[in-house]
């Protein structure tokens, strides 16, 4: 990495939701490492705290806040930590999110709500809580956790998981095109990564599929990481608009 491009996130506010393992721990430990001041939402405060004392040693900027994104209030709520605590807001990660992989006929409202209040809703909440500092602040960059899921449909099983991470998709290229200019748009479609993400599923035979998919195919969240921290680092005219990233052993 040039010192120009790790400048360009030395410095930078990121709000990541979904920060208390996985994809959103490696991230924002990645994004301090550079320099960046990382906000941390997800429910687990013990989680959050025990992660923000690592960055700290390390000499590192964090603040960490219980925030479930079902609830709008709660994200705004983190959203305007970050910017009271920093004075900025300089990207928003809506990385949280619920795979429950069963059948249709499994019929699992629950989930399926579930998955849609948490992969959908809550990145609209995301959305809705920072929009409006971006804008003021004339700059700004979402980026917004989809999957290979959200390209192609992972069915038998997957059918509502790929239909919220394409509405993602979907609402990450119409905030592009409606509010681009001076805000930026990512899309970050993995495949199968290391991360908590797995163990969404109630059903049995879900639960053990997606267990064998991932020993089989699963690399390191880093790989992630490194794909977030490449599209931040961009000049501000520069937007990488998507990153599909998978194992190179996966099919799907």
Same mark, same amino acid.
């Given at each position: ?10 410095? /930078? ?9 996985? %994809? ?53 709520? %983190? ?24 059948? %249709? ?25 920072? %929009?409006?500092? =971006? ?15 959200? @390209? ?12 919220? /991470? =394409? ?19 990512? @899309? ?20 053990? =599929? ?29 937007? @990488? ?12």
């Amino acid at each position: 990495m040039s010192s120009v491009l790790a400048n360009n996130i030395s410095g /930078k506010v990121v709000v990541i939701t979904g920060g208390s393992s996985g %994809l959103g721990e490696t991230t924002a430990r990645h994004l301090a490492s550079l320099g960046a001041s990382v906000v941390l939402g997800a429910r687990r405060i013990d989680k959050l705290e025990a992660i923000a004392a690592d960055i700290r040693t390390a000499g590192g900027e964090v603040a960490v806040q219980a925030t479930d994104v079902t609830s709008q209030d709660e994200v705004k709520a %983190l959203v305007n930590l970050a910017q009271e605590r920093f004075g900025k807001v300089d990207v928003v990660i809506n990385n949280a999110g619920l795979m429950a992989i069963a059948p %249709l006929a499994e019929t699992r409202v629950d989930e399926w709500d579930r998955m849609i209040d948490i992969n959908v809703k809550g990145l609209l909440y995301g959305v809705a809580a920072a %929009l409006p500092i =971006f804008q003021e602040q004339g700059s700004g960059h979402f980026i917004n956790i989809s999957s290979v899921a959200g @390209i192609k449909v992972f069915s038998p099983g997957g059918t509502v998981y790929s239909g919220t /991470k =394409f509405a993602v998709r979907a609402i990450a290229e119409g905030l592009r095109h409606e509010v681009g200019g001076k805000i930026r748009s990512t @899309i970050i479609s993995p495949g199968a990564v290391e991360s908590e993400l797995k163990h969404g599923s109630s059903d049995t035979q879900g639960a053990a =599929f997606v267990k064998d998919f991932y020993q089989q195919n699963e690399i390191p969240s880093e790989s992630v990481a490194r794909a977030i921290a490449y599209a931040i680092e961009q000049p501000a005219d520069v937007d @990488i608009n998507e990153i599909v990233l998978r194992p190179t052993v996966q099919e799907f």
